[in-house]
């Protein structure tokens, strides 16, 4: 078993969660081979080969060439797997791949069966096996599903190139947005989510905050609509956050979510829905209706 | 100018979901379906362009699936495209991405769209491959998880969203794809006369067998809900009995409460 996994240079920089990828590839005991677009000033600590092509010359964000680059270095190192992060970069580029090798994709891999793979459904709340049927087969791994495996050493870099434009033209980045909150210091964070219904009831979700002494957080959805300014939301695209005790007041738990939240030390979750995937993380699941229980729990904390 | 969006009809993710007697999808008893979210703000997109073009664009919206898909169609039409075409598969949820996009290909490349938009990913299958393997498939320029959509002279400005809050703006020039991230836009809710509208509003039909002549790359062996980790305490009952014992845990926990 062969895997060539896909490396991810951001501005000059390699991405760790490409680690994950080495740490897939030796749980399942495959031999590996690694190509990236990127810069010779951010190799990654990896002992194996690797196809390096310059992002000077192919571009930071060019999809229809970094594809062909990607096949150019399956071409030559014949693989049974084409392995990427389940990334920005990665779920744009995968399929592409998939469509040029004419192979299966599974997306979101977070695990091995027997003879195939199993992958997050609806929401988090179900899985998948699937087995694909092609001699080839590209994935991509859920971040943070796999161990990272770093310290690997010094690659052996090969050049890989190819020729041609590409359909898409890279402007330039823009930085995150400045925090207007900063809540990688808060000791208690309760976050509202889309299951407190509507805007007005942000408050009520704000009173619980300040009756346990801490901020107020908010899933994507809330701030998406505006009714939580979006330095409060936490998650991949928002803040990632570690308090002693953190509140999901009607948060589903999407994987997004949890990524910003998991290692806070205590976890409640309130949801009507006793099947929720927060309940996986949380450490009380209390089934209720938000907006009833969470002025209840603030009336008796006052006293 | 021509533009197509492509949606899913999914089930609401607050469902329980149980597996049907394959054992490999989900049973759709008792379940109630909606647009998924994230081709909302696909269509919302493309019906503000068409709002900023003078209405001249034409405005197609396409899903593929069994009779039910019919009411995200007509839901599409009353937030103002212009007509509907319905993919009719019984089993498309036994297609994979990849014939899905083949399929979808062979109604739109005799079309002559110039941008289509699509989810970045839908809720039930969540593989984010649909929408870019139609772009390959058409030849089309393509990015994906746009947070921002500009359309100039004839050229596609869109930002993507990448990790860390970070954003890459890219271009691109038509024909051309983009696949719609979460907060794109504030999808509208359909007005009554529009809804009264839609009703008189053309959906093609055209049956799957004439436009699919892929086999499926990966076949889904097994539905299941994932294995419990069971560790946390569940709280049900009375709210004020459920808080004073949340206030017993926390103070026993926890350092938070004294
Ligand atoms: C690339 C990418 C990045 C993302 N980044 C982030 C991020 O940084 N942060 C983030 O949060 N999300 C992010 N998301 C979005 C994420 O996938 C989910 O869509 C989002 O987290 C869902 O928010 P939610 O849980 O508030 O809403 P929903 O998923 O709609 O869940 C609402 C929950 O409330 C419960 N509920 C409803 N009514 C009540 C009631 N009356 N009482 C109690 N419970 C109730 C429901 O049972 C449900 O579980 C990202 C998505 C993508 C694709
Ligand atoms: N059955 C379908 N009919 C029409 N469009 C679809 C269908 N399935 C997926 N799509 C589109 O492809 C996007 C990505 O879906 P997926 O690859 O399943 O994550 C969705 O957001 C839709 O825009």
Redesign the pocket.
């Known amino acids: 078993m062969k895997a060539l996994l896909i490396g991810e240079s951001r501005d000059g920089s390699f991405l760790e969660y490409g680690y994950e990828l080495v740490g897939f590839a030796e749980r399942i005991g495959a031999e590996t081979a690694m190509v990236m677009v990127g810069q010779e000033k951010s190799l990654p600590g990896y002992g194996g080969k690797l196809y390096l092509a310059d992002a000077a010359t192919y571009g930071e964000y060019n999809p229809d060439l970094h594809k062909k680059l990607i096949l150019a270095a399956v071409e030559r190192e014949k693989p049974d797997l084409v392995v990427f992060s389940h990334s920005s970069y990665g779920w744009d580029l995968a399929p592409r791949v998939a469509a040029g090798l004419k192979a299966a994709q599974l ?1 979101e891999v977070i695990g091995t069966t027997g003879d195939g793979y199993e992958l997050p459904s609806c929401s988090q709340k179900m899985r998948r096996s699937v087995k694909p049927a092609t001699p080839v087969v590209v994935l991509t791994l859920q971040l943070g599903a796999f161990p990272a495996v770093t310290g690997g050493g010094t690659p052996q870099v090969e050049r890989v190139e190819t020729e041609g434009s590409g359909k898409v033209i890279f402007v330039r980045y823009e930085a995150a947005e400045a925090k207007g909150i900063d809540l990688a210091k808060a000791e208690v964070i309760v976050s509202a989510g889309r299951g407190i219904g509507k805007a007005d009831n942000v408050p009520v979700i704000a009173a619980l905050a300040k009756a346990l002494g801490g901020q107020l957080g908010a899933s994507r959805p809330v701030v998406d609509s505006g009714w939580v300014e979006h330095s409060h939301q936490v998650g991949t695209t928002g803040q990632t956050v570690s308090p002693k005790l953190y509140v999901a007041c009607g948060i589903s738990g999407a994987i997004q979510h949890l990524a910003g939240m998991k290692k806070s030390g205590f976890i409640v979750a309130i949801n009507k829905d006793k099947d929720a995937p927060i309940g996986e993380v949380a450490d009380v699941l209390v089934v209720a209706d938000v907006m009833q229980f969470v002025p209840a729990l603030t009336a008796k904390l006052a006293k | 100018m021509k533009i197509l ?5 999914v089930p609401d993710m607050e469902s329980r979901f149980k597996p049907d007697s394959a054992g490999t999808w989900f049973s759709e008893t008792d379940l109630a379906f909606r647009m ?1 979210e ?2 909302e703000f ?1 269509v919302e997109q493309a019906v503000r362009l068409k709002e900023q073009l003078g209405n001249g664009p034409e405005l197609t919206v ?4 069994p009779d039910r ?1 019919l009411e995200a169609v007509k839901k599409a039409l009353a937030m103002g495209c212009d007509r509907g075409v319905q ?1 009719q598969d019984p089993a ?1 949820h036994l297609k994979d ?1 990849w014939q ?1 996009a083949s399929a ?1 290909a062979a109604y739109a490349k005799n079309e002559g769209y110039d941008l289509v ?6 809720q ?8 870019v393997m ?1 772009a390959e498939l058409l030849g089309f320029a393509c990015a994906t998880t746009i947070v921002g959509f500009e359309f100039a002279d004839g050229a596609v400005t869109v930002k993507r969203e990448l990790e860390g809050g970070v954003k890459g703006v890219v271009q691109l020039k038509t024909p051309a794809l983009v ?2 991230q979460l907060g794109l836009n504030t999808p509208r809710y359909p007005t009554l006369p529009n809804i009264m509208k839609a009703k008189k509003k053309e959906i093609l039909v055209l049956p799957v067998g004439d436009l699919l002549h892929e086999e499926a790359k990966a076949v889904t062996t097994s539905f299941h809900a994932p294995a419990k980790k069971g560790g946390g305490i569940v709280l049900e009952g009375e709210v004020g009995d459920q808080a004073d014992r949340l206030i017993q845990i926390l103070k026993e926990k926890t350092g938070v409460l004294r």
Request: proline letters at 3%; charged letters at 15%.
């Open positions: 997306s | 969006v492509c949606i899913k009809q998924n994230y081709d696909a396409l899903s593929m699936g898909v993919i498309a991405p899905k979808i938009f699509t989810g970045f990913q839908s039930d299958r969540g593989s984010c491959q649909v929408g139609l696949t719609c």
